[in-house]
């Protein structure tokens, strides 16, 4: 223990962490004053804040989740989990055509998705493999070719090569289908109904779990001597408590937040996810993906099969997209055939970028932390807009150029810090 | 005989490379849909004028794609921006009441500085971004779109042609009826054979060309077009990389900008808002088809792709509507033939 | 381990060599760029380079038993090692990480029970502890969890070997110039850490230009030449002397042109004092030299030493800094735009990367500098400058007529021309800039031998009809030998000494092997 404090670099003065601390997270913080303002101009209740945010958390988290294996293996954020929202859409409106609901419908469209979504992961994996250094924009206009061959199958060929007889799904002309799908007494809420929790409640067990592993954490570390990380811990600690006094008092008042119904099955498939996620960076395969992220010419030396490893990254990350694009829909109840898809890559990017992530490094709590603050924008702007233009539609153009400008803003800020190191060099 | 067989393998192959795959594809289509079209008794003058008028007309935007890649800066998905400053330019010129060649030329004129700014600008992001210039222009494009829609819906303009009759801000589409309409398109044109040729048009969309062509002989054109090919080159023999790859940035803005304004006068409209978003790609996948690659581009494969493109275009519509009435098979099969066609540029392996 | 034979024969690039090790044997294996070195070692690794390329002739066997070596992988499995020049590791990863790389232990979870092998989870109690015995092997008391970014560079040497060392059935290890990039004391600790390792019973090859760490630590040493294996001898009966005789061998160029006797007499054009260029992999430390007017000074010296560097530096193409003085007048030094306008030109070493435009045409690549600097061949259309095609046409025409470029005609795409012809435009690329000193690089890097010939020739006849003073960076010592005046000899970024082309064979191999300081 003794060498290991020994080689440890000194730690810097607490000013410059700061300063170092609000550089490194300037989107986030920017992001964060940005909602707040918003939150206070749009004039909304906390209650209709937090049922908004609750349903679009558990509607998104999934999809924003499918983007961190990619970037793992340095391939970048990518754009193209399109084609796997494409499969999971796919598996609904067939079930849906068959007016198979309820749960037996979910799983019936995730054993359609899967298959469609591993095998057009692989095309994505070979194309972006090919394509290397290039792997963003070729994801991205991936997305947009397969969203032309997607119109072809359900516009073109649907009515006319594939035979369905839907009077709700099917055009009058009998070709192509509808522009939007109704899910309402089939796939919708199917998941999230399956138990729901008033926030507060909710926000009760969650304190409890917190409380409950932040002290065995604290006794391990204490155990251990690793000193360093109890201050965490106990942050930690302090944090569920307050979260516990703060949900008890509010479950035992009238608070109208108490009418915020929690889908707890949603959520713990995505704390599913994480748990899935937190394990797979830590296994062979995750290890062999860091390193191809880190130096493909390293890896390739030390007999690491840098291609397949990327085609694996992009097909895991094209299943679970598919997943996602599920739950997606199953609380969205209702969706255009057409567009409901096309800016999945777009809004989880920007999603996860605003929780701080960087092409190159991203973590799970990146994705939690955006996703909250991405959609508490997408809430919050459109109501501030007309409260400060007299206008919602302005607000509406402002959210996609923040959408837009951060993705814009933190691919240039990683190019151009790139950029500056080969210059080091 | 065996292998003999195998040399003219060998060089069908050589063929198809040199040519590219996705050029022989479209143009074996182009000719098929062509085939069809007759044998349905589609009009082909119709058709073939059809094909010229959008030729003319997105031939300038296409263009704008040439000195960014010359530059080395790859394609040029920043075209929203000069996009919008010529649309700003057309704006202007309706405001000030101007109509015939007076209003384009002085939309042309007033886009000019915006457009020379703006590309100025945008060049210089692009040298901080060099190794991603790609993603990230497409995002600045995007992004520049949208907070553009918030400029449309909250700028003072008082003509009643574009502002709306409530409210604030201007119409999504303003019609140029009685403004500029045209005004290149009907210049001298006249028909053969029942194909109506819009001359004006053509002439503008060749004399633009002429323009690039000459401008890629002068000593600056050179320096930029060295540059992309061999920065390593042009700084030895000290031209300065980055701002060359300014200069060509600023050109391919003021194209971009006089090319919507061509657009826009041959479709009687000027579309804001985000109307602008995707004209980057399809202009991409035009010169791409003409044969060039992210690294390399002639006015040859401007003329010539924006002609492939365009054709199939116009011809897929009616042969779409005839063989099964419907209409979005067109606008499907751009969105796969443009988007197809810029995955396989991005797919080759850069460089040699 | 009873050795291993290997007889090569492929592509001129290394013939009908064997050597053998045994258990414990630290061999030496010297020879100049070019030797065949790498080529060695790559068919040791069964590198792709070497398979796709139609594989090697001759026999690896190890242990006595014949074995076939198709990939890295199969090297490992064998027991060879490598630690390498560039260093093989991940900076974001800690030092167990690193050595553990693609080799991490890994446990059963219940997951991969279903999902096989690849979903495991990494044993990282394990990886440290046995990082940790490596890292001791070493004697290093550094922390097995740190990571690499921020350590020093000889650290970072010793993490490569404490990786090769944890394999557990290391055999050969190989040492590719792992001095290069260490201060004096590091190296010293490497050289004993080598020993130890040997001591463990492990065959070591040694790979190097520096002959002293030869002479101090092998047993036995090889020498190669040209692809060919010159000789082979044991430490105790060969010099440092000898080595560098064997390793630059005995040939002399025809002799082009007599070497002037009074440059002395003549004044000095160009005057370098403390000059230092970054420029990796080739940089100058610190390097004084006067040219004088009229001459042909060569700078020779092995790869990596930084005599490219001198040359990229003076030109602006590198950061550099310190005093040079030209034509009497300080020198403004990191600005391509004035040494270009003060009269110096320069051939690059690189061809293809930086000396053409390879697709486009001939005469745009002999005008293009000219016209860019020098406002030649341009005429005025109002306020733009185009292109004079005519007076292009004409000089183009000229210059290959008076240089002998083989090829099409002025239209041709550089990228079609062979070397020689590349080479030729690259030169009258600077001689029509109507240079006073002109720098030429590797001028026959490259190209066959009939047209090395010619364009040596050339070089001479420039420098003898115009008065031309020539700087060329070659690292064919023959070459230099047989048109220069003078050759400096560059060894770490420093001027090592400068000889006439008169002296002997081992004086330039001393030099060059960084074992003597001439005098200046």
Not at chain 1, 299 to 304: N, Q
Not at chain 1, 365 to 379: C, K, N, V, Y
Not at chain 1, 389 to 416: K, M, N, T
Not at chain 3, 214 to 235: F, P
């Amino acid at each position: 223990m003794e060498k290991s404090l020994h080689n440890r670099v000194p730690r810097k003065p607490s000013k410059e962490r700061l300063k170092s601390f609000f550089v490194n997270n300037l989107v986030t913080i920017l992001f964060l004053v940005l909602c707040l303002v918003g939150l206070r101009l749009s004039g909304l209740s906390l209650a209709f804040y937090l049922n908004d945010i609750v349903s679009r958390v558990a509607r998104n988290t999934f999809l924003v989740l499918a983007l961190l294996i990619p970037v793992l293996a340095g391939m970048g954020l990518n754009f193209a989990i399109v084609l796997g929202a494409m499969a999971g859409q796919s598996a609904i409106i067939f079930v849906t055509h068959w007016g198979i609901g309820g749960m037996g419908g979910i799983l019936l469209s995730v054993a359609i998705c899967s298959p469609l979504a591993l095998f057009l992961g692989y095309l994505t994996g070979r194309l972006l493999d090919k394509a290397r250094g290039k792997e963003m924009i070729t994801s991205l206009i991936l997305g947009y070719f397969a969203n032309g061959v997607y119109q072809l199958f359900f516009l073109i060929l649907v009515g006319t090569v594939i035979p369905m007889n839907n009077e709700v799904l099917v055009l009058s002309s009998g070709v192509g289908l509808r522009s939007s799908i109704d899910l309402s007494g089939g796939l919708r809420y199917a998941i999230d109904d399956v138990m729901r929790l008033s926030f507060p409640l909710f926000a009760l067990y969650c304190a409890i779990g917190m409380l409950v592993l932040g002290t065995y954490l604290l006794i391990k570390a204490r155990r251990t001597g690793k000193l360093e990380r109890e201050k965490h811990y106990i942050v930690l600690l302090v944090v569920s408590l307050a979260l516990f006094v703060w949900s008890l008092i509010t479950s035992l008042s009238l608070s109208a937040v108490n009418m915020v119904r929690v889908p707890l099955l949603t959520m713990a498939i995505i704390a599913a996810l994480c748990a899935f996620t937190h394990f797979f960076f830590k296994t062979k395969m995750g290890q062999d993906l860091k390193t191809v992220g880190q130096d493909p010419h390293i890896a390739e030396v030390s007999g690491i099969n840098v291609s397949r490893r990327k085609i694996q990254a992009i097909m895991i990350s094209t299943l679970l997209a598919a997943w996602g694009q599920i739950i997606f829909l199953q609380n969205l109840g209702a969706f255009s055939t057409y567009g409901s898809h096309e800016q999945v890559g777009m809004f989880a990017a920007a999603a996860i970028l605003i929780g701080g992530a960087s092409v190159s490094k991203a973590t799970i709590s990146h994705a939690l932390l955006g996703t909250i603050l991405f959609h508490t924008l997408f809430i919050v702007s459109p109501l501030a807009g007309r409260n400060l233009f007299g206008d919602a539609q302005i607000g509406e153009y402002f959210r996609s150029f923040v959408a837009y400008g951060v993705i814009a803003v933190a691919l240039g800020l990683h190019a151009w810090k790139k950029l500056m190191q080969g210059r080091k060099k | 005989m065996a292998v003999r067989n195998l040399s003219t393998q060998r060089s069908l192959k050589e063929m198809v490379k040199t040519f590219g795959l996705p050029r022989i594809i479209i143009v074996i289509f182009l000719i098929t849909l062509w085939g069809i079209s007759m044998s349905l008794e589609i009009p082909f003058g119709q058709l073939l004028s059809d094909t010229l008028v959008r030729w003319g007309m997105n031939g300038v935007l296409v263009l704008a794609m040439m000195p960014s890649i010359m530059a080395g800066t790859g394609l040029y998905f920043g075209l929203p921006v000069g996009i919008i400053c010529g649309l700003i330019g057309g704006l202007l010129a309706i405001e000030l009441n101007l109509t015939g060649f007076a209003a384009f030329f002085g939309a042309i004129l007033f886009s000019l500085p915006l457009s020379a700014i703006a590309g100025w600008g945008y060049g210089w992001m692009m040298n901080r971004l060099k190794g991603s210039e790609m993603t990230v222009a497409t995002y600045i494009g995007f992004s520049f779109v949208s907070l553009m829609c918030i400029f449309w819906a909250m700028a003072p303009f008082k003509s009643p042609e574009m502002a709306w009759p409530i409210g604030r801000g201007l119409r999504v589409t303003i019609s140029l009826a009685g403004r500029y309409e045209k005004i290149l398109n009907n210049f001298l044109s006249f028909s053969v054979f029942g194909v109506m040729i819009p001359t004006g048009l053509l002439l503008f969309f060749l004399g633009m060309c002429l323009l690039v062509r000459f401008f890629f002989t002068t000593k600056t054109g050179l320096a930029l077009k060295a540059s992309g090919e061999n920065p390593r080159f042009s700084s030895s023999s000290g031209v300065s990389v980055d701002k060359m790859r300014i200069v060509g940035n600023i050109f391919s803005t003021i194209l971009g900008s006089i090319g919507i304004l061509v657009y826009s006068q041959s479709f009687g409209f000027l579309q804001l808002y985000t109307a602008p978003l995707f004209m980057g790609f399809l202009a991409a996948a035009s010169i791409l088809i003409g044969g060039a690659s992210i690294k390399k581009a002639s006015i040859t494969h401007v003329l010539l792709g924006t002609f492939l493109f365009q054709g199939l275009l116009v011809v897929a519509l009616p042969v779409a509507n005839k063989v099964a009435t419907l209409g979005s098979l067109a606008e499907i099969s751009r969105i796969i033939v443009s988007n197809g066609v810029i995955l396989y540029a991005l797919a080759q392996k850069s460089g040699e | 381990m009873d050795g291993i034979g290997k007889e090569y024969h492929g592509n001129r690039v290394l013939s009908d060599v064997t050597i053998s090790l045994k258990p414990g044997e630290i061999h030496g294996i010297v020879g100049e760029n070019g030797a065949g070195k790498s080529t060695l070692m790559n068919i040791l690794f069964g590198m792709s380079v070497i398979h796709s390329t139609g594989g090697h002739e001759g026999t690896i066997s190890v242990d006595g038993e014949k074995v076939s070596i198709r990939s890295p992988l199969d090297a490992m499995t064998l027991g060879i090692g490598m630690v390498h020049q560039e260093f093989m590791l991940i900076p974001g990863f800690s030092i167990t990480e690193n050595i553990k790389l693609n080799r991490e232990l890994t446990k059963e979870n219940p997951i991969s029970k279903v999902f096989g092998k690849e979903m495991r989870t990494l044993d990282l109690q394990h990886m440290g502890d046995d990082a940790r015995k490596a890292l001791d092997t070493l004697d290093m008391d550094i922390d097995q969890w740190a990571k690499i970014a921020g350590l020093p560079v000889g650290h970072m040497q010793f993490i490569e070997i404490a990786r090769e060392i944890d394999k557990t059935n290391l055999k050969v290890l190989v040492f590719d110039e792992p001095t290069a990039v260490l201060t004096e004391s590091e190296a010293v600790n490497l050289l004993q850490a080598m020993r130890a390792i040997a001591k463990r019973g492990i065959a070591i090859l040694f790979i190097t230009h520096r002959l002293q760490e030869i002479m101090d630590i092998c047993t036995s040493i090889t020498i190669l030449r040209d692809g060919k294996l010159v000789a082979q001898k044991r430490q105790e009966e060969t010099s440092i002397y000898e080595l560098a005789e064997l390793m630059i061998g005995t040939q002399v160029g025809e002799l082009m042109r007599h070497p002037n006797e009074n440059l002395a007499a003549k004044p000095v054009l160009l005057s370098i004092r403390n000059l230092k260029v970054a420029m990796s992999g080739e940089e100058v430390k610190d390097v004084n030299l006067d040219i004088h007017e009229g001459e042909i000074i060569g700078i020779g010296g092995l790869a990596g030493q930084g005599k490219l560097g001198i040359a990229n530096g003076i030109m602006g193409l590198y950061p550099s800094e310190g005093e040079v003085t030209y034509q009497g007048k300080p020198f403004a030094l990191n600005d391509t735009i004035h040494a270009l306008q003060t009269g110096m030109a320069f051939v690059s070493e690189d061809r293809r990367s930086v000396g053409l435009l390879l697709d486009s045409s001939i005469e745009l690549n002999i005008a293009f500098t000219a016209m860019q600097r020098q406002h030649k061949f341009l005429k005025k259309l109002g306020p733009v400058m185009q292109m004079d095609k005519k007076a292009v046409r004409t000089l183009a025409l000229n210059m290959i007529q008076d240089l002998d470029i083989r090829c099409t005609g002025p239209m041709q795409q550089t990228r079609r021309l062979s070397g020689g012809n590349q080479q030729k435009v690259c030169i009258a690329r600077a001689l029509c800039l109507e240079p006073k000193l002109l720098f030429v690089s590797e001028p026959t890097r490259g190209i066959d031998v009939g047209a090395k010939k010619l364009v040596l020739q050339t070089l001479v006849r420039l420098s003898e009809e115009l008065g031309l003073t020539v700087i060329m960076t070659s690292s064919e010592l023959a070459e230099l030998r047989s048109v220069c005046d003078r050759i400096a000899i560059v060894t770490e970024g420093k001027i090592a000494g400068i000889l006439s082309s008169k002296d002997s064979q081992v004086e330039f191999g001393l030099l060059m092997a960084g074992a003597k300081h001439g005098s200046t």
